[in-house]
Every structure is written in structure tokens, then in C-alpha cells.
């Protein structure tokens, strides 16, 4: 039997690329000796010469692998005559059946039949973990493991949108796994992270959502706002924080932390919560908040006709979560320039001393002279 040819062999050849789990057929048509009985069909594979059929007797057990002989008529310019087709069929085909098939008349090469088996990629880890959760500061590793044939290209992107993912480059890499590597890790890693695997047959992906956590980060574009009596400001915070904060906008007359009034407690009492822009008719003051993204937050003081009091004072914009907190203040000073100018071509100056009444029964506690702490630290 035949179990070696070198490639230049004048021999017919078929290239065939089936994947794993289907089923495929060699057809082979023998010469009228088989038809005669004198010679036999025969079916093995070259790499390690093992048969399969001998005629119709199976030599090999393996149930997949099928043998079928029929004849059939062929007419040639006008001329009829019979060949015998020597099938074989392999069924849910296997990486293990690889290689070249021979059909054969006892000796003789028919025809060859090059079987590359071929598989789309498969992640070999089943269980795993979608969300990863972490801080800020720590290093985070996801190792992705594909197989596949030929083996699959396994590389990581972050999703920023689905026009334009961003390919992540610090990944280490072996023969079948691609581990990423974030370290030091900050806010700006925050996102869904797709591990792709690709090859010739098929792509296939796994998604991670990395969920870093981190202290509020709150910014002010000012931290002096000057302003005359009677105006009407509006002070606006941007607040970084995961998970979200509690903001609260707060008023402090002095240094003293212990001696501050909590606006948001204040303006908030008795008001539908459903609101998110929560003003008042009459009010002194309203406060609204705006959710930007998953981790952003926008929140707006807005003051209105603000009376004299008020000046060299702090306005405080504070966010906590269970890992930290942070602030900043604006202090609200009196434009002295801006009312002197004024003053200068018009009538002579008013006294403020007599505007001691507010638009709402909630604003008489709020008195210099009266003032309690209400101080918020239990609160979040």
C-alpha cells in the first residue's frame, strides 16, 4: 500500500477546507479492473498510513467515517459506459482528521484528497467576569484566551464609539492568550473593554465593563465673583465622582466649618424630588443638577437679586462618596468700583442698612447675627 508520494506526482489532487463539526465527501471514480473484481478499492490517509476501507470492509471503527460504492453511467459522444464512484464521507468532522486521503485500486493512486481542517476561534475560559470593579491608583490585568485553526489573532480594544474604538496597545501576548495590562489606573479607564479574536474562519468577541471608583473631583471656574447689591448670579460646579456623590451646595459666613447653612437641605425640604431643576416661586435661591454622563455631574446656584449680607462670604459646592470628598468655594465680594461709578452719575447713594426682609419665611433664619451650625458632616 501506498503511504508516501512527494508533491511534483503527476496524481490529481483536491484541496478541500471543511470546518470542525461538518460533514464532507471524497468521490472517487475507479477504473472498469474494479468494476471487474480484479482489483479493489481503497481508502487511507498518507501521514500515518492508516486505512480506512478495503473495498466495502471497514478497517477502521471509527462510525464517522462512511464508504459508499455505486455505479454509474456515463455517456461519452454518444458512447455508454459504467464507472464505479468509491465515496467516502466523514461525518461532524474532527481537528484529528486532518491530512491526505488516498483512494486507491490496491496500489495505485487514483486521487488525492488534501483535507485541511479548519475551526473558527472559541474562547477557552466559559466563566468569567463581565464587571470588574476597582479604585483608582491600582493595576488591573484580563487575560483572553482563544484557540481556533489557524490560530486566531487575539487583540483588546476600549470602546469609545462604535465608529471609532481605540486599540489598546499594552498587551501581552503567547500563542493563545492576550492579557491586558492597565496600570495605575484612573478615572479615564473607566469603560467596556472587547477582547476580539479573529481568524480566516471568523471573529468573535468578549466584552468586559471596567468599573474604576474614585473620590469626587469638583471644579469651579471662579473662586472670587464680584458683584453688586441687588444682582442676580448664577455659580455653576462640575463633579467628577464613581460611585455618584451627594452634592450639596452650602453658605459660610465665616472660616468656621462648624458654622455653615446647608442650602441644598434648606431649599430641598418638602419639594417634590422628582424635579430635577429644583426652583421655587419667591425663593431666594434654587438649585439645579444635571447628570452629564456616568461619571459627570453638573450643578447649578442660582441667586437672585442677592442682598448685602451676602458679600465677603463663601458659597461651597461639596460632593462626597463612600471614598472621599471634595469642595470648592466661592467667595461673593461687593464691586465697590461698579457702584461708586454708578452712584457718580446718578442720584446720591442709597443706604442698604434697610433691606432686612426676604421673599420667603425660610430665609428669616438665615441672619448673620442668628446664625446655628448646621453643619452637614453626618448627613452622607
Known amino acids: 500500500m501506498t503511504n508516501s508520494l512527494k508533491d511534483d506526482t503527476p496524481i490529481s489532487r483536491d484541496y478541500i477546507n471543511v470546518n470542525v463539526g461538518k460533514r464532507v465527501r471524497l468521490e472517487c471514480e475507479l477504473s472498469n479492473l474494479t468494476m471487474s473484481g480484479n482489483t479493489k478499492g481503497l481508502w487511507l490517509r498518507l501521514e500515518d498510513a492508516e486505512v480506512f476501507f478495503y473495498s466495502a470492509s471497514r478497517i477502521n471503527t471509527d462510525q ?25 464521507t ?61 490560530s486566531p489573532f487575539v487583540s483588546w480594544i476600549k470602546k469609545i464609539d462604535d465608529d471609532q474604538p481605540k486599540t489598546m496597545i499594552n498587551c501581552t501576548t503567547t500563542p493563545t492568550t492576550c492579557q491586558l495590562n492597565l496600570f495605575d489606573v484612573n478615572r479615564w479607564h473607566n469603560g467596556i473593554y472587547e477582547c476580539v479574536a479573529a481568524n480566516s474562519i471568523g471573529t468573535i468577541g468578549r466584552f468586559y465593563t471596567l468599573d474604576v471608583q474614585f473620590p469626587p473631583d469638583v471644579y469651579s471656574p471662579k473662586v472670587k465673583s464680584f458683584h453688586s447689591i441687588g444682582d442676580t448670579i448664577t455659580f455653576e460646579c462640575l463633579i467628577d465622582a464613581n460611585p455618584e456623590p451627594d452634592i450639596r451646595w452650602l453658605h459660610r459666613f465665616t472660616d468656621d466649618i462648624n458654622q455653615e447653612m446647608d442650602l441644598s437641605g434648606q431649599f430641598n425640604q418638602g419639594y417634590n424630588n422628582n424635579n430635577n431643576n429644583k426652583r421655587r416661586e419667591n425663593s431666594i435661591w434654587s438649585i439645579s443638577q444635571e447628570k452629564i454622563n ?51 452719575h446718578t442720584t446720591p447713594p442709597i443706604k442698604t442698612t434697610a433691606i432686612t426682609t426676604t421673599p420667603v419665611d425660610l430665609y428669616k433664619q438665615y ?14
Open 367 to 380: 441672619n448673620a447675627d442668628e446664625y446655628q451650625s448646621t453643619s452637614t458632616t453626618g448627613k452622607y
Open 90 to 150: 466523514i461525518d461532524d468532522v474532527r481537528l484529528a482528521d486532518d491530512g491526505t486521503y488516498s483512494c486507491q485500486e490496491d496500489n495505485r493512486i487514483i486521487k488525492l484528497f488534501v483535507l485541511n481542517i479548519v475551526e473558527r476561534p472559541y474562547f477557552v475560559t466559559h466563566e468569567y467576569t463581565t464587571l470588574l470593579r476597582t479604585q483608582i491608583g491600582k493595576n488591573v490585568s484580563i487575560a483572553c484566551e482563544a484557540q481556533g485553526k489557524p
Open 294 to 344: 456616568s461619571t459627570r455631574w453638573k450643578t447649578s446656584l442660582f441667586i437672585k437679586h442677592i442682598p448685602k449680607r451676602f458679600f465677603n462670604s463663601k458659597f461651597i459646592c461639596r460632593a462626597i462618596n463612600r471614598h472621599g470628598q471634595s469642595e470648592k468655594s466661592i467667595t461673593v465680594i461687593q464691586n465697590h468700583h461698579h457702584v461708586a461709578k454708578k452712584h457718580r
Open 64 to 88: 464517522r467515517f462512511q464508504i459508499e460504492q455505486r455505479p454509474i453511467l456515463h455517456i461519452n459522444n454518444g458512447t455508454s459506459y459504467e464507472i464505479m464512484t468509491y465515496s467516502l
